[in-house]
T-cell receptor, first 112, second 114 residues
């Protein structure tokens, strides 16, 4: 069966450390993978996209890797800040953007 | 640009009642979708549309209907509400064939069915 999982429901880290979130999938063939941030009571907001033929993407303090052999994406936030506290969702995208499948999310708390 | 708007923000229904959740976008996006979000289950796709007059089912379509008569609007109809449909509903839109195909989400509708 098809499944998409994120490493843990909640992750606590100390301010200034690097947060690493994991997204694993089975029985999908994504063209690309996206990461979103969701704050309480709000809709998700797009952060980054990485394509199947890309190994790594960066945007400011964010870094995403994609390993299609392991069927895994890692999402890193370096020099984390309390303002980074939110739920982070990964989404697989199949069929040229017509089929988005979201993971359950990881709630990140950055402690001052 | 208002982006993606949803109405209402909150709604309480009784079992068996029907209602329509409204969604509109002003970005001329071809793709629009409806998700429901339940604790621990992430976002699950209900229905989606790739253009006016074209709709298709997602992962959890039962109990919901959609139509797409214009590019801007994509209403979601609950035909006969059930307690299992208590959830937060998000509408989203994106441009097909773009570089990122990022989805823009509305603020959500929190629905409670008693």
């Amino acid at each position: 069966s098809q499944k998409i999982e994120q490493n843990s429901e909640a992750l606590n880290i100390q301010e200034g450390k690097t947060a690493t979130l994991t997204c694993n999938y089975t029985n999908y063939s994504p063209a690309y993978l996206q990461w979103y941030r969701q704050d309480p009571g709000r809709g998700p907001v797009f952060l980054l996209l990485i394509r199947e033929n890309e190994k790594e993407k960066r945007k400011e303090r964010l870094k995403v890797t994609f390993d299609t052999t392991l069927k895994q994406s890692l999402f890193h936030i370096t020099a984390s800040q309390p303002a980074d506290s939110a739920t982070y969702l990964c989404a697989l995208v199949e069929n040229y953007g017509q089929n988005f499948v979201f993971g359950p999310g990881t709630r990140l708390s950055v402690l001052p | 640009n208002a982006g993606v708007t949803q109405t209402p923000k909150f709604q309480v229904l009784k079992t068996g009642q029907s209602m329509t959740l409204q969604c509109a976008q002003d970005m001329n996006h071809e793709y629009m979708s409806w998700y429901r979000q339940d604790p621990g289950m992430g976002l699950r796709l209900i229905h989606y549309s790739v253009g006016a007059g074209i709709t298709d089912q997602g992962e959890v379509p039962n109990g919901y209907n959609v139509s797409r008569s214009t590019t801007e609007d994509f209403p979601l109809r609950l035909l006969s509400a059930a307690p299992s449909q208590t959830s937060v509903y998000f509408c989203a839109s994106s441009s097909l064939g773009g570089t990122y195909n990022e989805q823009f989400f509305g603020p959500g509708t929190r629905l409670t069915v008693l």
